[in-house]
């Protein structure tokens, strides 16, 4: 079946624009998560969704980011008046959770943004 | 604070040799994961093992646990160019989402 999905595959703006990236998470998988990498480090967690609980936003780093998942499917993060510090790739990944049980996460290709 | 850190940071290794990598975490886990990252892009689920597991193999690849050490290792035996790859830990607490450590950068030399 299809996995995570994620577009553009690849983004350039200028500092000051604002950025929409979309994610298409595994049909049934209940949680996501956005992850951001910069070259050559970890991954950042950013913000995690889960259900119909409210979101863990614990992750982003100052208030022009922001995340929503409609209908307990695709996900977009938005990066306003973004600023070169924002150049990374951002991972999206899902995941099936049931009870208490934890299972891998499944990763999209990325989204490489590059500030200009 | 980050749940999970692998050691060493870099690894480099000849063909045909064994590669090892180590992860350290805090808290109490539900299980703890391994991934794969080659250039950058998404992340591969290697393997998961349970916090009642103490050894599992899949293909070239044995994983421990050591809960009381709070310590897992990743053994690639007969290590091949295409292993070359960021290897990343993860430890999910219970009752919480997890976060990655930086990773091992792993490169396999012909």
């Known amino acids: 079946g299809a996995g995570v999905s994620q577009s553009p595959s690849n983004k350039v703006t200028e500092k000051g624009k604002d950025v929409e990236l979309r994610c298409d998470p595994i049909?049934?998988?209940?949680?996501l998560y956005w992850y951001r990498q910069s070259l050559g480090q970890g991954l950042e967690f950013l913000i995690y969704?889960?259900?119909?609980?409210?979101?863990?936003k614990s992750g982003l780093p100052s208030d022009r980011f922001s995340a929503e998942r409609t209908g307990g499917s695709v996900s977009t993060l938005t990066i306003q008046r973004t600023q070169q510090e924002d150049s990374a790739v951002y991972l999206c990944a899902s995941r099936l959770n049931r009870g208490h049980s934890s299972y891998e996460q499944y990763f999209g290709p990325g989204t490489r943004l590059t500030v200009t | 604070s980050q749940q999970g850190e692998e050691d060493p940071q870099a690894l480099s290794i000849q063909e045909g040799e064994n590669a090892t990598m180590n992860c350290s975490y805090k808290t109490s886990i539900n299980n703890l994961q391994w991934y794969r990252q080659n250039s950058g892009r998404g992340l591969v689920h290697l393997i998961l093992?349970?916090?009642?597991?103490r050894e599992k193999h899949s293909g070239r690849l044995r994983v421990t646990l050591d809960t009381s050490k709070k310590s897992s290792s990743l053994l690639i035996t007969a290590s091949r160019a295409a292993d070359t790859a960021s290897y990343f830990c993860?430890?999910?607490?219970?009752?919480?989402?997890?976060?990655f450590g930086p990773g091992t950068r792993l490169s396999v030399l012909p």
């Open positions: 993860a430890a999910p607490p219970y009752g919480q989402n997890f976060v």
């Open positions: 049909s049934g998988h209940t949680a």
């Open positions: 969704f889960q259900g119909n609980s409210a979101p863990d």
């Open positions: 093992i349970r916090s009642n597991e």
